[in-house]
Each structure stands twice: as structure tokens, then as C-alpha cells.
């Protein structure tokens, strides 16, 4: 097809649109013809019919890789030399190693500059096609020797003059009038140290005595430094099988040692620290797991991860983030005292130590101790004084795991519990922690699928007014029955689904779920008409969560001031001003609004003023305690008579006792919730047993709303 307009044709292959859009209208106007399709299997099925001269193909494609298409097309008679460029948004070395390994003629990363590409993509068209005219023709060696940077020489043994190619002057980096051919000549521009091995290796094989004809070396008299070449001799011999001459073609493989090592430098070292990498960290762990294995040794791997690092870069920028890590880097080093001992940053914030030849765990604690210590000292970076700390986990061979990646995951385990037990520590892996990450994992893994598959329960705990000691609301619980993990309890899942985002959702489904409830008891003359629900940090500071509640009410016909959302006093102490302007925006649509777990501690008392809230929800923490302890029954008497004073309705958790009640009354608290009256149950329970909680009413409040037993 390429030759009924004499453009090149272009086989583009990428499964998103804009991309191939952008190839043919860049190519078209570099005078490329452009074929595209949206899938490998379409390009393969179609490739000997429009034979293609140039192939742009993607890597990354759903049902074949670009990879896999790659490999396959090698295979096609006739395209086993077309011109392929692939393109990788995966910025790594390994997936450059595995588009050469297809049989990649080249590559480039997204995003794309296309004005380029257009440019490289001419290259490599001229350099497939001079290699075709290579094999037709002799005439066009000198053009192949510069294009291979590769030269040549003539040494005749008989009176020891020489030839060399115009390529080898620019091999060697010097002028034909500057300097004549000559084996001395030749051996001036060889660095020094191989002069005498080449030297050698040259009178060999003059002498017959040489088997091997190549050699590397190293060439000095460069403007540019050191060059690295490649010789490959052949010897010509007389009609008594004398040698009488020999032919040297040299090539230069400067460019490409210095790419092997740049790619051995990505494939092994983190381009920020230039510490050692994931990749190569693990390598070292093997050896060295290896080497106690045989020696009946121990060794300790550290883990470290800097607390909190993502606030660096969003607030001061990736430059300031960079400057951090190297400076992080260098401390680490610098608390490592063994010199066998091997540091590497795997990743983002995480570095990771390699302590060999361990007496015990003792040492890899004196390491961690000290990296507490030095990491949590202030940071310079851009003019800005950070303040950081760092938590760090520690596994032993061979009591914590038999290979690198058991070590590892032991290792970042331990780490992992030392962040939830408040950062800025560290602690050594047990099998518990092990178990316990287990658990959460299969937790996590599940309860994705558990909204789906209606595993999920919405429970209510009724809320009594004291002042006329009747039912007025509920509370709506989250409850989840897993076919495969049975009940499983809100405090081992509500913190998982806030750590991966899943509380949003989950969130809101229980927040239309309660509306709906709430609706329906209205409708059904239930005494329960308003509902109160638990409202995460995540759906809170959500810049929709106000026109979500807004829409929820609307979509299920619940007047506004029948839904209650309980906000965490924790919340509201983060960011103040924004929590206080969310609050309005609430109290705009008509909904109450009531702080829980209030009296943990967070939240100043001279900020509560400025909260537009209608109810403190007093902690059961301080309940339970009431009767019995004069400190909690201090500080509870002192919130209900600041609520009173701030015209807020108090409502008290965790009721369980009538001596409980008996308190909370007789010091005028509003409200109470609370296994006395009723534990939470689903809706239809509820409606079952609402008769008998009437009656408990019944009997220990008058109608006018006093208690009729005191304890």
C-alpha cells in the first residue's frame, strides 16, 4: 500500500482514541500515510494485506499487549525486519528491556511529543532502509561503517605499513593530516593501561598461536574522554600459510556501554538517592539469606517509612520533597555502622537495611533507635524548616521469614503496626501482626463485594427524651454479616473502609438507607419518625456532601429536620474554619446537627461555640463510670451544665443502669440512648419489640416525663 502514493505507511496500533487521532493528523502532515486500528488482533489479522513500512504500537492494550503483538509479528514472513516503535507509559527500565526483548527497533514514553516522534520516526525508516541497500550492494559499506560507528584497518606484516578508513579517524578521534597511519600511531590513542594486553594479543595471532580475533579496549587521546571499542582481526596468509597481513575492523561501543550502565543504573538505583532499588536490594537480601543459611547466622531487615511525607510535596512541591529524601538518605547511611550492611530506598517515602551477621535482635534495635532519633531532627529545604518523624519495622532471618519477600512483608508489617501505634516508634514483627495484617487484608478483599451482595444491615437504638420519657429518634447503626467471615464487628471494619476510601459509599448507602426507614415510619404511625446517623471524615469534607444530603432527602420525601448527622469531635478540630462553613451549609437545608463522642479530648470548649450544632452526644466512657467514679461524674455534671448554658440538648451514650439514669436525670441531661432502654436492632425487630420498650417507658417514667423508681 505504501507504494500507490510513494508516502511511507504508517501502521498506528492503540487502543485510545486520542492518541490515534493525534498520530494521523501529525503523520499526515509529515507526509506519512497512516493506517490505525484499536486492538493488536485487528493489526495482526490485517498486517500482510497492508504491509506496512513504519509499525507505532502501544504497550499497554487490553487482550494482547504491545509486547505480545511485537513478538507475534516477528513471526510474519517479511516483517522480520519492519521498523517497530513502541510506545510505554510505564517509566521503568524493565519495560524497555522487554520491548527490545520483543523485538523493538526503538521506544518512547508517553506523553508524546509528536513533532519529534514524526522526526525519529523518518530515522528510523532511513536506517531500515540503508540496512536493506546494505545487503544489496558492497558500495554502501562506508555508508553502514558510519552508521555502526565501525572503521576499519590494514596492517601489512611485510613492511609494516598501514591502512585506516575514514570511520576509524573519527573512531579515534583524530585528522588524516595530523596523523599518518601507523601500528604506532594506532597504539598512541589506546589508553595506557591496555596498550601492553592488546599488544600481546596482536603478536599472537601474527604468530599464528591466537584462536580468539576479538578484543576490547579502551581508546584515551579522546576530546570527549574515555571511548570504549570493540576489534575483531583476520589474518591473510601467503602460499606457505605465512602470515603477511592482518584486517582489523574497530568498532565504537562508547554510546552503548554508557546506555547499559544508564540502564543498569534504572534498572538498579533510585534516580532521586541514587541508593540502591527495590530491585537490587532484594538481589543483596537473597545473597546474604543464602550466605546465613550456610553460615547459620541471623540478619535483620529494617523497614522505614516517613511519617506523613505526601503533606512535603503537597504543600512545598516535589523539588522541596526531593531535597528531603536525599537528605533522609544520608542519615540513614550515616546510622549504619556495618559496612556490609545495604541500604536502598524501595519506593515513595520507604527505604529499607540490610543488617547481616546479626548476635541478635539488640543491634537492629539500637539502628532503629537511632534512626527515630536523627530522622525526627528538622529538615532545610527551599527556605523551609520541615519537621518529620519516621516509624520502622523490623524482621529477623530465620524467625520472621525463609526467603527476601517473606522478610520483607514481615519487615513492612512490623512498620505498618508502629505507624497505628502513633508513628515516630518502631517495632520488631511477631506472628500476631502477621495474622492480624491477614485478617485486614481478607477484611478489605470482601467487604467491597459485601454492599453488592446485600450483606450489609442498617440497625437502630432507639434515643429517649428525659423531659417526657418518651421515644423521639434512633440511631443507625452499621452492621456486617460476611458469608465467609461471619458477624464481623464495626471496629475492625469502619477503619479499613476509611483508610481505603470505601466509607463514602458505604456511607451513603446507610444515609438512604436511614431516610428511607425514617419515612416509613412516619407513614406507618411508628413513634420513631427521626433518624440519626454517623457521618465519616471522608464523606464530610467531600465538597458534594452537602448537595448529597440535600438530594438523599429529596429522593426519599424525608423532611429535613427529622435527619440528625453526628459529626466526630475529632473532626471538627482539624480545620475549623471549613468544618464550620460545611456545618452552615447543612444547617442551611433545615438538618440537626450533633457532635459524638464529645468529651474525648479533641476539640477546644472555646470553639464549640462557633459550631452550628444542635446536640453534644456525652462519650458511654463516661457514663459507665458514673456512679462509681467522682472524676467522671464531675466532668459530666460540667458538660450537661455547659450544654444547658449554651442552649445545646445533651444526649447521653451507653446507658445501662437505672443508677445511671437515675444520675443523668436528677442533673437535667435532655437525652440518653443505651442497652437499658433497647439494644440496636434491625427495623423489623424493632418493630416487633416496640411494644415492650413502651411499656419499660411506661414503668419508669411518669407523664410527666419523672422517674417513677429511683435508684
Not at 489479522?45 to 497492508?50: R, S, T, Y
Not at 457521618?535 to 438523599?552: C, G, H, K, N, P
Amino acid at each position: 500500500m505504501a507504494g500507490m502514493s510513494n508516502k511511507p505507511l504508517v501502521m498506528v496500533v492503540d487502543d485510545d482514541n486520542s492518541t490515534r487521532m493525534m498520530a494521523t493528523e501529525f503523520l499526515s502532515q509529515a507526509n506519512f500515510d497512516v493506517v490505525d486500528f484499536s486492538s493488536g488482533i485487528d493489526a495482526l489479522k490485517q498486517l500482510p494485506q497492508i504491509s506496512p513500512d513504519l509499525i507505532l504500537l502501544d504497550v499497554e492494550m487490553p487482550e494482547i499487549d504491545g509486547f505480545a503483538v511485537c513478538r507475534r509479528l516477528r513471526k510474519c514472513p517479511g516483517f522480520e525486519n519492519t521498523p517497530v516503535l513502541m510506545l510505554t507509559g510505564l517509566n521503568s527500565s524493565d519495560s524497555v528491556e522487554l520491548a527490545f526483548e520483543a523485538g523493538a527497533t526503538d521506544f518512547a514514553t508517553k506523553p508524546i511529543n509528536w513533532s519529534l516522534l514524526c522526526h525519529r520516526l523518518r530515522y528510523l525508516l532511513r536506517a531500515w532502509q540503508s540496512a536493506q541497500d546494505l545487503k544489496q550492494s558492497q558500495r554502501s559499506l562506508a555508508v553502514a561503517q558510519r552508521m555502526a560507528q565501525m572503521g576499519n584497518w590494514h596492517l601489512s606484516l611485510t613492511d609494516n605499513s598501514m591502512y585506516w578508513s575514514e570511520q576509524l579517524y573519527a573512531i579515534l578521534d583524530v585528522q588524516p593530516t595530523d596523523q599518518p597511519p601507523s601500528l604506532a600511531g594506532f597504539f598512541d590513542c589506546i589508553c595506557i593501561n591496555d596498550r601492553e594486553r592488546l599488544q600481546t594479543w596482536l603478536n599472537d595471532i601474527v604468530a599464528a598461536k591466537n584462536t580468539t580475533y576479538t578484543i576490547d579496549f579502551c581508546l584515551s587521546n579522546s576530546a570527549s574522554g574515555e571511548r570504549y571499542v570493540h576489534q575483531l582481526v583476520e589474518q591473510e596468509t601467503d602460499a606457505e600459510g605465512r602470515v603477511v597481513s592482518l584486517n582489523g575492523v574497530v568498532q565504537d561501543l562508547t554510546e552503548k556501554r554508557r546506555t547499559e550502565r544508564r540502564l543498569e543504573q534504572l534498572a538498579h538505583y533510585d534516580n532521586v538517592t541514587e541508593l540502591p532499588n527495590r530491585t537490587l536490594f532484594q538481589d543483596r537480601l537473597t545473597s546474604s539469606i543464602s550466605e546465613a543459611s550456610v553460615g547459620d547466622t541471623a540478619l535483620a531487615v529494617l523497614y522505614v517509612d516517613i511519617d506523613d511525607f505526601k503533606l512535603v510535596n503537597d504543600s512545598l512541591g516535589h523539588a522541596s520533597g526531593d531535597i528531603m529524601l536525599n537528605e533522609i538518605a544520608r542519615r540513614i547511611s550515616n546510622c549504619v555502622d556495618d559496612t556490609n550492611a545495604s541500604v536502598a530506598r524501595m519506593g515513595a517515602d520507604e527505604f529499607t537495611i540490610l543488617l547481616p551477621n546479626l548476635d541478635g535482635c539488640h543491634q537492629a534495635i539500637d539502628l532503629a533507635t537511632r534512626l527515630l532519633r536523627e530522622l525526627a531532627q528538622p529538615y532545610s529545604a527551599m527556605d523551609e524548616q520541615i519537621f518529620s518523624s519516621s516509624s520502622v519495622g523490623i524482621a529477623l532471618f530465620p524467625d520472621h521469614g525463609g526467603c527476601a519477600e517473606s522478610l520483607l512483608t514481615s519487615a513492612d508489617i512490623a512498620m505498618s503496626e508502629a505507624k497505628r501505634a502513633g508513628k515516630n516508634t518502631y517495632r520488631l514483627h511477631d506472628d500476631k501482626l502477621h495474622a492480624d495484617t491477614q485478617k485486614r487484608f481478607r477484611i478489605e478483599s470482601l467487604m467491597r463485594h459485601g454492599l453488592e451482595r446485600d450483606e450489609f444491615q442498617v440497625y437502630f437504638q432507639p434515643q429517649i427524651d428525659l423531659t417526657t420519657g418518651r421515644l423521639y429518634s434512633a440511631e443507625a447503626l452499621l452492621r456486617w454479616v460476611s458469608p465467609e467471615l461471619g458477624f464481623v464487628s464495626p471496629g475492625d471494619f469502619i477503619s479499613i473502609a476509611e483508610d481505603n476510601g470505601f466509607i463514602v459509599p458505604l456511607g451513603q448507602w446507610v444515609l438512604e438507607t436511614a431516610c428511607k426507614q425514617a419515612v416509613a415510619w412516619h407513614e406507618a404511625n411508628f413513634p420513631i419518625t427521626q433518624v440519626a446517623v454517623n457521618i465519616s471524615v471522608l464523606q464530610f469534607v467531600r465538597e458534594d456532601f452537602t448537595a448529597t444530603v440535600a438530594r438523599i432527602l429529596a429522593e426519599t420525601g424525608l423532611a429535613p429536620e427529622k435527619l440528625e448527622l453526628e459529626i466526630t469531635e475529632s473532626l471538627l478540630a482539624s480545620d475549623t474554619v471549613s468544618a464550620v462553613d460545611t456545618l452552615r451549609k447543612l444547617k442551611a437545608i433545615g438538618v440537626q446537627l450533633s457532635i459524638d463522642d464529645f468529651g474525648t479530648g479533641y476539640s477546644s470548649l472555646s470553639q464549640l461555640k462557633h459550631f452550628p450544632i444542635d446536640r453534644l452526644k456525652l462519650d458511654q466512657s463516661f457514663v459507665q463510670e458514673v456512679t462509681t467514679s467522682p472524676a467522671d461524674a464531675a466532668i459530666t455534671r460540667a458538660v450537661i451544665a455547659m450544654s444547658n448554658s449554651m442552649d445545646l440538648k445533651l444526649l447521653a451514650e451507653g446507658v445501662e443502669t437505672m443508677e445511671q439514669l437515675d444520675f443523668l436525670k436528677r442533673c437535667d441531661c435532655d437525652e440518653i440512648q443505651g442497652f437499658l432502654i433497647s439494644k440496636p436492632a434491625p427495623a423489623n425487630v424493632l418493630a416487633t419489640e416496640i411494644d415492650a420498650i413502651e411499656a419499660l417507658l411506661n414503668s419508669l417514667f411518669d407523664a410527666q416525663g419523672g422517674l417513677l423508681q429511683a435508684a
